[in-house]
């Protein structure tokens, strides 16, 4: 997965699909979040739980352990060794739902540039991608240390010529069972390594080459730049 997402509408769209009949706690404002063009370290939208209640709070995209100054703070961590390595023992306990729109890969076509894609659901619903982090205390407020990664995994056939990793995105119900503090370590493993969308669930297609640049953020940039006509400007998998 490379590191560009899209996450514009409004957090209650998000949590709207969670389903979810409690109130929930709002740190991010009622409005579109508006960013279609998010790279690491910026603040996104991230969904993690405390008790019973839901918290919503704007967290840096990136995270390293106290000890890992000689390393830029990884964005992703690999499904296969998050729950057990080292790097991230510290906040695999601390699980999180970053939603986003959208996310970008680059692929190489034989041009002078790579071409840049957007992935989305078919019928272009939230993703709901199982994250981990270092997580704002609801007491305390944000800390100087917070930050998430996204949880990736293997792009498992179709997707695989667009990019060989891709966020584990978890269905709305699987996702409430990944912020629930009560959900066992070994479950949350089992549903990052074997529960995850598949790829037939996402459409992509090539978008304008200004999606390189992070000081592009509008609207533009997640629009296709062919006609959405046969598999040739979306693929289905």
Not at 59 to 69: E, F, L, N, Q, S
Not at 111 to 137: F, M
Not at 194 to 215: D, H
Request: aromatic fraction near 10%; include cysteine.
């Amino acid at each position: 997965m490379c590191g560009r997402l899209s996450q514009y509408r409004g957090i209650h769209d998000f949590v709207a699909v969670l389903s979810m009949p409690d109130a929930w706690q709002n740190n991010v404002g009622d409005q579109p979040l508006g960013r279609y063009n998010a790279a690491p370290t910026m603040q996104l939208a991230l969904l993690h739980a405390t008790g019973d209640q839901l918290h919503a709070d704007a967290v840096r995209w990136g995270w390293r352990p106290h000890w890992a100054k000689d390393r830029a703070a990884p964005i992703n961590a690999r499904v296969e060794k998050v729950a057990r390595g080292p790097f991230f023992r510290q906040i695999w306990p601390h699980r999180a739902i970053c939603p986003i729109d959208s996310w970008f890969e680059w692929v190489g076509e034989g041009g002078p540039k790579k071409q840049p894609y957007l992935i989305r659901y078919r019928d272009s619903s939230p993703i709901l991608c199982a994250s981990i982090g270092q997580l704002p205390d609801p007491d305390e407020g944000p800390g100087e240390h917070d930050g998430f990664v996204i949880i990736t995994a293997d792009a498992q056939g179709g997707m695989v010529d667009i990019h060989d990793r891709r966020p584990v995105v978890l269905a709305p119900e699987l996702a409430l069972e990944w912020l629930d503090p009560t959900t066992p370590k070994e479950r949350a493993e089992q549903m990052a390594l074997q529960q995850g969308e598949a790829a037939e669930a996402f459409e992509w297609f090539k978008v304008s080459f200004a999606v390189g640049n992070v000081r592009n953020y509008g609207a533009e940039l997640i629009e296709p730049t062919t006609k959405r006509t046969g598999g040739d400007a979306v693929n289905n998998g």
